[in-house]
């Protein structure tokens, strides 16, 4: 089945050593989306890519960067993780984002940070 | 800018019973609206969604939404709860225009026996 995979599923990682999240896509979409999602929140939206363009969200803090090499993949990176970034992390696609489609998401990256 | 609002943040239920999920939405035009359902670490799966057309929409798993825009409502209802749609559900919102997803808090639903 076509699908939006996000590996690992569980992160540990050191206070303030740099950690990286991976999604990738089998849909073949334009779109693909970072979220972070605390405890008993809602999903936050931090950046994401329409193709090769990047945007970011305006209180996405500079410590949460992004790549995406090729349509398929898409990387977070957190250079210096703080307590606070302790969450789910969620990738979604979307087709586009000018149409009636819905985003797809990932199973998540839960990251804990000790 | 737009903003979704769920009202209750816990509802129990129990199995077998109905279960009616409130949803408010502030947007200045017609608005893409969805329905996600997340279990216990897991991502998010789309239930239903609306756009345009008949305001009583199905999705799956027997959930159905009503979008009434005189109330800028979107209630997601299922008749009979199994055990199994014990999860948090979310509802969102997109503008026509733009990328951007605004989720609103959640409503943990929670199913007795």
């Known amino acids: 089945d076509a699908m939006v995979i996000q590996n690992p599923r569980y992160q540990v990682t050191q206070f303030g050593k740099p950690v990286t999240l991976s999604c990738s896509q089998t849909l073949n979409h334009n779109v693909m989306y970072w979220y972070q999602q605390k405890s008993s929140q809602a999903p936050k939206l931090l950046f994401h890519y329409y193709d090769k363009d990047f945007n970011n969200e305006a209180d996405t803090p500079d410590n949460f960067q992004s790549r995406r090499p090729n349509t398929s993949f898409c990387f977070l990176d957190i250079r210096s993780p703080g307590l606070g970034d302790t969450a789910m992390y969620l990738c979604?696609?979307?087709?586009?984002?000018?149409?009636?489609?819905?985003?797809?998401f990932g199973d998540g990256t839960r990251l804990s940070i000790l | 800018a737009q903003s979704v609002t769920q009202p209750d943040i816990h509802i129990t239920v129990s199995e077998g019973a109905s279960l009616e999920l409130r949803c408010n939405y502030s947007?200045?035009?017609?608005?893409?609206l969805f329905w996600y359902v997340q279990s216990p670490g897991q991502g998010l799966q789309l239930l239903l969604k609306?756009?345009?057309?008949?305001?009583l929409v199905q999705g799956i798993k027997g959930f159905e939404a009503e979008f009434k825009r005189s109330q800028s409502s979107f209630n997601l209802r299922k008749p009979s709860v199994h055990w199994s749609d014990a999860a948090e559900y979310f509802c969102a919102v997109r503008g026509a225009a733009g990328n951007k997803l605004t989720f609103g808090g959640g409503t943990r639903v929670l199913v007795k026996p």
């Open positions: 979604a696609t979307s087709i586009d984002g000018y149409s009636n489609q819905p985003q797809h």
């Open positions: 947007y200045g035009a017609t608005p893409y």
């Open positions: 609306y756009f345009s057309g008949d305001t």
